[in-house]
């Protein structure tokens, strides 16, 4: 069973968090983060991205830019920017994204539950980001950033946050400039956080890492380090556990997450349309953009139209939760056999891009002649994200898209 603690957070006063808040430190390079920053002083950018307020051009793994990171950690702390609270507690997260709302709480995870599967992950992880994350949370003794995390649904749980949102007003509440909506509550009663404790404890077998899962990696590798360098050791420590905000998997929404290729691998427009027929109903559709409206059904644009394509029986298999999905049978029928594409993680012929650009993003790149051709899919379910996981299997690379994205800064998980 999941063991999820409540803590004392590090938080803004409500009157400057929406400008302290930002977006992952992960979905922007340096020059977007320095333009997001701009004219905001305590924008937690400074402290995620620190190579900002650093010279032009620095490495942004090296030590200036990790001492600079705690500069500004103390700094904000010091001038009031991040408190405290007294007591440990959970928070309620709510984002709003097209008139949607999901409604997550906030707690420590434990490291231990990472080790032992009882926190499941669904993509592999890369070692040099998981040391970046490491490194930064070393030089800090802080979990910065949430992970986004989800659990099978509990209605006791639910009931809690309905009960406290319906009757308590928000301390914070804002609009970001994506137009979307955060709201944030701390839950002060001492009753209602043991029994929210004592509920993911004895109601919720399993935690899933939905993003996040560098973060996560380095957070629990971090445990095992702290745990070795105290002799004392005793694990309840904060280091024992990181910060995630978690989310019942009914509220949840994965968005289409897309593929465009650079080159037809030597074929002709119609060498690719003959080809595709082999696994595929293909069907042209015209120049208005189309979107896959169903599973094992995608669209592709090429030389200015755009094509459905439904997968024939035999290419994929709906008893495999690998096999069924649609980002499979795209590199079993398309990727690997047609355009030569052996490798999603290394090969520079092909680019993602997440659905929240919509698929005119897609036209976009092919039209200009950056990509030659594009692939639209439909987006994975939280159920097929649960299965996949549950079986110890891995997802493809770039199968999953969630929106909105974790503001961060809102609250910090310190490891002492």
Same mark, same amino acid.
């Given at each position: 069973?999941?063991?999820?603690?409540?803590?004392?957070?590090?938080?803004?006063?409500?009157?400057?968090?929406?400008?302290?808040?930002?977006?992952?430190?992960?979905?922007?390079?340096?020059?977007?983060?320095?333009?997001?920053?701009?004219?905001?002083?305590?924008?937690?950018?400074?402290?995620?991205?620190?190579?900002?307020?650093?010279?032009?051009?620095?490495?942004?793994?090296?030590?200036?830019?990790?001492?600079?990171?705690?500069?500004?950690?103390?700094?904000?702390?010091?001038?009031?920017?991040?408190?405290?609270?007294?007591?440990?507690?959970?928070?309620?997260?709510?984002?709003?994204?097209?008139?949607?709302?999901?409604?997550?709480?906030?707690?420590?995870?434990?490291?231990?539950?990472?080790?032992? @599967? %009882?926190?499941?992950?669904? *993509?592999?992880?890369?070692?040099? /980001?998981? $040391?970046?994350?490491? =490194?930064?949370?070393?030089?800090?003794?802080?979990?910065?950033?949430?992970?986004?995390?989800?659990?099978?649904?509990?209605?006791?749980?639910?009931?809690?946050?309905?009960?406290?949102?319906?009757?308590?007003?928000?301390?914070?509440?804002?609009?970001?400039?994506?137009?979307?909506?955060?709201?944030?509550?701390?839950?002060?009663?001492? @009753? %209602?956080?043991?029994?929210? *404790?004592?509920?993911?404890?004895? /109601?919720? $077998?399993?935690?899933? =890492?939905?993003?996040?899962?560098?973060?996560?990696?380095?957070?629990?590798?971090?445990?095992?380090?702290?745990?070795?360098?105290?002799?004392?050791?005793?694990?309840?420590?904060?280091?024992?556990?990181?910060?995630?905000?978690?989310?019942?998997?009914?509220?949840?929404?994965?968005?289409?997450?897309?593929?465009?290729?650079?080159?037809?691998?030597?074929?002709?427009?119609?060498?690719?349309?003959?080809?595709?027929?082999?696994?595929?109903?293909?069907?042209?559709?015209?120049?208005?953009?189309?979107?896959?409206?169903?599973?094992?059904?995608?669209?592709?644009?090429?030389?200015?139209?755009?094509?459905?394509?439904?997968?024939?029986?035999?290419?994929?298999?709906?008893?495999?939760?690998?096999?069924?999905?649609?980002?499979?049978?795209?590199?079993?029928?398309?990727?690997?056999?047609?355009?030569?594409?052996?490798?999603?993680?290394?090969?520079?012929?092909?680019?993602?891009?997440?659905?929240?650009?919509?698929?005119?993003?897609?036209?976009?790149?092919?039209?200009?002649?950056?990509?030659?051709?594009?692939?639209?899919?439909?987006?994975?379910?939280?159920?097929?994200?649960?299965?996949?996981?549950?079986?110890?299997?891995?997802?493809?690379?770039?199968?999953?898209?969630?929106?909105?994205?974790?503001?961060?800064?809102?609250?910090?998980?310190?490891?002492?």
């Amino acid at each position: 069973m999941a063991k999820i603690k409540p803590f004392k957070g590090l938080r803004p006063p409500k009157d400057i968090v929406e400008s302290l808040a930002c977006l992952p430190y992960d979905v922007m390079n340096s020059e977007e983060a320095a333009r997001m920053a701009e004219g905001k002083e305590n924008s937690l950018l400074h402290i995620t991205r620190a190579e900002i307020d650093c010279p032009a051009g620095i490495d942004i793994h090296s030590e200036e830019v990790y001492n600079k990171s705690v500069e500004n950690f103390n700094r904000f702390q010091e001038k009031g920017w991040l408190k405290q609270d007294n007591a440990d507690k959970y928070y309620i997260y709510a984002q709003t994204m097209n008139g949607r709302t999901q409604y997550g709480i906030v707690g420590a995870a434990s490291c231990e539950d990472y080790h032992t @599967g %009882v926190i499941k992950k669904h *993509e592999l992880t890369r070692p040099d /980001k998981e $040391e970046d994350r490491m =490194v930064l949370t070393r030089y800090l003794n802080a979990n910065i950033e949430p992970v986004f995390f989800s659990y099978k649904a509990v209605p006791e749980i639910d009931q809690i946050v309905s009960s406290i949102v319906d009757n308590q007003e928000p301390e914070y509440s804002f609009v970001a400039e994506d137009g979307f909506g955060h709201q944030f509550w701390p839950i002060n009663e001492a @009753g %209602v956080n043991q029994q929210i *404790e004592e509920l993911f404890a004895t /109601k919720v $077998e399993a935690t899933y =890492v939905a993003d996040g899962h560098h973060r996560t990696a380095a957070a629990a590798r971090i445990g095992v380090e702290k745990k070795a360098q105290n002799p004392n050791h005793t694990g309840e420590e904060s280091y024992n556990y990181f910060m995630a905000v978690h989310f019942p998997d009914n509220q949840l929404q994965i968005i289409d997450y897309n593929r465009v290729v650079k080159d037809l691998n030597g074929l002709s427009k119609d060498d690719l349309l003959a080809r595709l027929s082999d696994g595929f109903e293909v069907d042209k559709m015209g120049a208005e953009i189309y979107k896959p409206s169903s599973l094992h059904e995608m669209s592709m644009y090429l030389d200015g139209a755009w094509y459905k394509l439904v997968a024939k029986k035999g290419t994929y298999n709906d008893n495999d939760p690998i096999g069924v999905l649609d980002v499979t049978i795209l590199s079993s029928q398309v990727l690997e056999p047609i355009l030569d594409i052996q490798d999603l993680r290394t090969s520079t012929r092909i680019d993602f891009v997440g659905g929240i650009r919509g698929l005119g993003e897609l036209q976009k790149r092919v039209d200009q002649g950056e990509m030659k051709v594009a692939f639209a899919l439909y987006p994975v379910s939280m159920q097929q994200l649960i299965d996949i996981a549950d079986s110890g299997n891995i997802m493809p690379p770039k199968t999953t898209w969630f929106e909105p994205k974790l503001r961060s800064g809102l609250v910090i998980h310190k490891l002492d």
